[in-house]
């Protein structure tokens, strides 16, 4: 990335060129230097085909709130986990009580407060930015009666970090977040018999369903939203080909933010745990989501979200070939199979043990990753062990 100037600093160090950062030890020597945050112009981020031989330095174009995103890196963390777990959990309370809220004041024929949504998506965007892998963790903390509840405070989450991940300015991941968590607002109007079916839909019945994007837009419209926000709302099941709903949109006309949406959206819901079927692992929800390129989703994004969400996401159960059972607590964007692991049960034996962080990127590490893992399949009490040792 082509760094303009420092913005944060521990120190008093004087940057007097402006030029390319193009390696991780570049990166460190900032950090060590006690620099914490940097201006970059994304217009000017090189890729590894297009990057000059030494660092360039250049007169940078001036910034503007358009293209400059204030971090040395979308991994980048301000607090440990530990730290922000018990914040975002509140957060998360938080959206669950504002989208009840919201149901009630719609089936009233009232229009919705949209300032609450704002400021909990500001809240959002804030936890991620300090440490993601907080709020990244919650969205696997599912409960199987709570989908409709939980999908859109996870899309909403999983939207935060994948705009984090690609740069997008912050004013602009406050409206995608606040568009994912009331993207499904729409399905109040849907009747329950209908919303609450198990398994798949009559082609009568789907055509109901497909209103609730429809319904959406224009809840969110007459609450007195507008842009990047409503068109999430309205256009999340629209398809690159043209075989969405609600509107039948196609190719250009469905924005960046749009597609991200759909990717995030059906992502989330297939991976979710619900009363009628378990849900899949992350690495069968991305196939599923490759299958579908590029006729519904764009190749390029989804790229970019599979490397920002990883194979094994945090919040992931995991098993490692000492038989011990985790939960991963840390990504490790630069080597995905070994992130960090806290460890509570042994496969082989049957029985609980002692909780044990194990960093699989320590040079003295002897484990590996396995494999993904579910509960049901070593009857573990995963909410228990939430509750009592990841939750403050």
């Not at 749009?258 to 992350?282: F, Q, W």
Request: hydrophobic share 40%; glycine share 6%; charged share 25%.
């Amino acid at each position: 990335m082509f760094v303009q100037s420092v913005t944060k600093q521990t120190g008093r160090i004087k940057i007097k060129n402006q030029g390319w950062v193009k390696t991780q030890a570049a990166i460190d020597k900032l950090k060590k230097a006690g620099i914490l945050e940097v201006e970059i112009d994304p217009n000017k981020t090189l890729s590894s085909a297009t990057a000059p031989a030494a660092t360039a330095t250049q007169q940078a174009v001036p910034p503007t709130s358009q293209n400059v995103i204030k971090k040395i890196s979308p991994w980048h963390k301000s607090c440990g986990f530990e730290q922000e777990i018990g914040k975002a959990k509140q957060l998360y309370d938080e959206a669950k009580t504002l989208q009840l809220k919201a149901f009630k004041d719609i089936n009233a024929g009232r229009n919705i407060d949209i300032a609450p949504f704002r400021e909990l998506a500001s809240g959002f965007m804030d936890s991620i930015f300090r440490n993601q892998d907080a709020l990244s963790c919650l969205t696997q903390m599912r409960q199987k009666d709570a989908y409709l509840l939980e999908h859109s405070i996870n899309v909403s989450i999983l939207m935060g970090i994948f705009a984090k991940h690609l740069g997008i300015e912050k004013t602009i991941i406050e409206q995608l977040t606040t568009g994912a968590l009331l993207h499904d607002i729409g399905k109040i109007k849907i009747p329950d018999e209908v919303l609450n079916k198990p398994g798949r839909f009559s082609a009568e019945e789907f055509v109901i369903m497909q209103d609730h994007a429809r319904f959406s837009k224009e809840i969110l419209e007459d609450a007195g939203l507008t842009g990047a926000a409503v068109d999430i709302a309205g256009l999340h099941h629209e398809r690159l080909d043209g075989k969405g709903y609600p509107f039948g949109k196609q190719g250009d006309e469905l924005s960046q933010y749009v597609r991200m949406a759909s990717i995030v959206d059906v992502y989330d819901a297939l991976t979710a745990e619900r009363v009628y079927k378990a849900g899949m692992e992350p690495i069968k929800a991305f196939k599923i989501l490759k299958e579908g390129c590029p006729d519904s989703f764009d190749n390029a994004l989804l790229t970019r979200f599979i490397q920002c969400i990883g194979i094994h996401p945090v919040g992931t159960l995991v098993k490692l070939s000492s038989q011990k059972i985790g939960l991963i607590t840390e990504s490790n964007p630069t080597n995905p199979l070994k992130p960090m692991v806290k460890t509570f049960y042994n496969a082989k034996y049957a029985r609980y043990t002692e909780v044990q962080d194990i960093n699989l990127a320590h040079s003295k590490n002897q484990d590996t990753l396995e494999a993904a893992v579910k509960a049901q399949q070593y009857n573990i009490d995963l909410p228990r062990f939430y509750s009592s040792v990841i939750l403050p």
